[in-house]
T-cell receptor, first 117, second 114 residues
Framework: AAGVIQSPRHLIKEKRETATLKCYPIPRHDTVYWYQQGPGQDPQFLISFYEKMQSDKGSIPDRFSAQQFSDYHSELNMSSLELGDSALYFC????????????????FGPGTRLLVL | DAKTTQPNSMESNEEEPVHLPCNHSTISGTDYIHWYRQLPSQGPEYVIHGLTSNVNNRMASLAIAEDRKSSTLILHRATLRDAAVYYCILRGPNYGGATNKLIFGTGTLLAVQP
């Protein structure tokens, strides 16, 4: 079965540079979540999108922005990179449903490992 | 958000059952109990979830206390591949048109010995 695709898998950047992380959700999934996992830490929610609209926001720095496109893929743009941005960035996708209440399962990608030097 | 408490680590032997506890004494009536796990160098993956009744699926069983203030994830026969960090997460109901993030606490690192 198709899984969540993230690219690139590894990225090395210098301080103050920019980076763009891409996420391709499972086909027909309309919801995307972004999480950040620092070294030795647990995943932390950054931002989410449902049907191409931002739905929720966590502890995402103002230097970061994200969007979901018409084909439902999502991009996380990171500017003015800092050493502390070095982390694993996971994207997860799910299928939202009309009405509710319901409990949807999030399917995670393999992550993008970002190293800022 | 209601908080969960899990032991930092547990150890098991291969092919033996494993019981991973989770305390959530401030759980609300509409909170579901979810379990995700993260294998080394991989993204988290869904294991199981439940509301009030015990649940079984091909991966595990979830036993929920009658007062819902605690739950236990049961792996019936641990394999080396089950070595991972297991997260117990409470989630409120999701209504159409909104997203429902996962709030990861400090999970339990399960080591499986051959």
């Amino acid at each position: 079965a198709a899984g969540v695709i993230q690219s690139p898998r590894h990225l090395i950047k210098e301080k103050r540079e920019t980076a763009t992380l891409k996420c391709y959700p499972i086909p027909r999934h309309d919801t995307v979540y972004w999480y950040q996992q620092g070294p030795g830490q647990d995943p932390q929610f950054l931002i989410s999108f449902y049907e191409k609209m931002q739905s929720d926001k966590g502890s995402i720095p103002d230097r970061f922005s994200a969007q979901q496109f018409s084909d439902y893929h999502s991009e996380l743009n990171m500017s003015s990179l800092e050493l502390g941005d070095s982390a694993l960035y996971f994207c997860a996708s799910s299928l939202g449903l009309a009405g509710g209440p319901f409990q949807e399962t999030q399917y995670f990608g393999p992550g993008t490992r970002l190293l800022v030097l | 958000d209601a908080k969960t408490t899990q032991p930092n680590s547990m150890e098991s032997n291969e092919e033996e059952p494993v019981h991973l506890p989770c305390n959530h004494s401030t759980i609300s009536g509409t909170d579901y109990i979810h379990w995700y796990r993260q294998l080394p160098s991989q993204g988290p993956e869904y294991v199981i979830h439940g509301l009030t009744s015990n649940v079984n699926n091909r991966m595990a069983s979830l036993a929920i206390a009658e007062d819902r203030k605690s739950s236990t994830l049961i792996l019936h026969r641990a394999t080396l591949r089950d070595a991972a960090v297991y997260y117990c997460i409470l989630r409120g109901p999701n209504y159409g048109g909104a997203t429902n993030k996962l709030i990861f606490g400090t999970g339990t690192l399960l080591a499986v010995q051959p």
